[in-house]
């Protein structure tokens, strides 16, 4: 059973800065995809952005060009930073892996709340 901790959220002024982590409990490498989700109060789940195995990292519109996926083979670790934080931001966001085989794991999540 993969598992997969996120930690990095919390409150920050609109403009602000956050990075989110996501480790696994497996090597990174068993995953074709992985990738940041968020879900606002009231709204469904949406992505955020995805790191494949192979190819480009991929983005939601309303992030681009504030929002970079990376990850750290060495570390298991996803990471999400944040910059240029607005209060649309605001949402629980989840770490989310596609293992080679076709299985999905979810984190428990992590708030990012941000004040205007």
């Known amino acids: 059973q993969v598992q997969l901790v996120e930690s990095g959220g919390g409150l920050v002024q609109a403009g602000g800065s956050l990075r989110l982590s996501c480790v696994a409990s497996?090597?990174?490498?068993?995953?074709?995809?992985m990738g940041w989700y968020r879900q606002a109060p009231g709204k469904q789940r949406e992505l955020v952005a995805t790191i494949p195995s192979r190819g480009v990292s991929t983005y939601a519109d309303s992030v681009k060009g504030r929002f970079t996926i990376s990850r750290d083979s060495t570390r298991n670790t996803v990471y999400l930073q944040m910059n240029s934080l607005k209060p649309e931001d605001i949402a629980v966001y989840y770490c989310?892996?596609?293992?080679?085989?076709?299985?999905?794991?979810w984190g428990q999540g992590t708030q990012v709340t941000v004040s205007s």
């Open positions: 497996v090597s990174i490498f068993s995953f074709k995809s």
């Open positions: 989310n892996a596609v293992t080679v085989w076709g299985t999905e794991s």
